[in-house]
T-cell receptor
């Protein structure tokens, strides 16, 4: 059965800290891995990764995929209170074309 | 502004009652999806539609029904057969069914009275 596991499930840090969120997966015929940020209610797209070892970067956020070890990390440097959210990881299988989501990591950044 | 609109934000269901959640998009996307989000669990796919007048069951379709009569609209009905309907429901769309990048609405929180 295809599955995606995120860790940690929750995390509390202080402003300025650097955090690393993890996403591991077991999916038949991997196609892509996506990260979303869910603050308040609506998830918003952050990154899509398909190739191993190539870092995607947007401001203080970056992500990388390791297809050999079947995981991805999302890094956030110099965290701000506005980074507080649930971060969702999802993997797409070529077999089904559907997204399989992990449980999410709840990040709280304290002033 | 282009986007996805879900309504209502909060909904209460009485036992034995069917309720319908609205989802409208003006992004001109072909594919639309309904997900259910429970605390501590990932998003689970209920139904999806790749084109008008066609839809497929997702992983947890029992107790739910949908229709896709217009490209812009994909309403979800939670029927009385769904015994544990309390959850947060998210509607999403994508340009095509093979496009993984989803755009989400702001969700509907459904609770049972």
């Amino acid at each position: 059965e295809d599955k995606v596991v995120q860790s940690p499930l929750s995390l509390v840090v202080h402003e300025g800290d650097t955090v690393t969120l993890n996403c591991s997966y077991e999916v038949t015929n991997f196609r892509s891995l996506l990260w979303y940020k869910q603050e308040k209610k609506a998830p918003t797209f952050l990154f899509m990764l398909t190739s191993s070892g190539i870092e995607k970067k947007s401001g203080r956020l970056s992500s990388i995929l390791d297809k050999k070890e079947l995981f991805s990390i999302l890094n956030i440097t110099a965290t701000q209170t506005g980074d507080s959210a649930v971060y969702l990881c999802a993997v797409v299988s070529s077999n089904t074309g559907k997204l399989i989501f992990g449980q999410g990591t709840t990040l709280q950044v304290k002033p | 502004d282009g986007g996805i609109t879900q309504s209502p934000k909060y909904l209460f269901r009485k036992e034995g009652q069917n309720v319908t959640l609205s989802c409208e998009q003006n992004l001109n996307h072909d594919a639309m999806y309904w997900y259910r989000q429970d605390p501590g669990q990932g998003l689970r796919l209920i139904y999806y539609s790749q084109i008008v007048n066609d839809f497929q069951k997702g992983d947890i379709a029992e107790g739910y029904s949908v229709s896709r009569e217009k490209k812009e609209s994909f309403p979800l009905t939670v029927t009385s057969a769904q015994k544990n309907p309390t959850a947060f429901y998210l509607c999403a769309s994508s340009i095509g069914s093979t496009n993984e990048k989803l755009f989400f609405g702001s969700g509907t929180q459904l609770s049972v009275l």
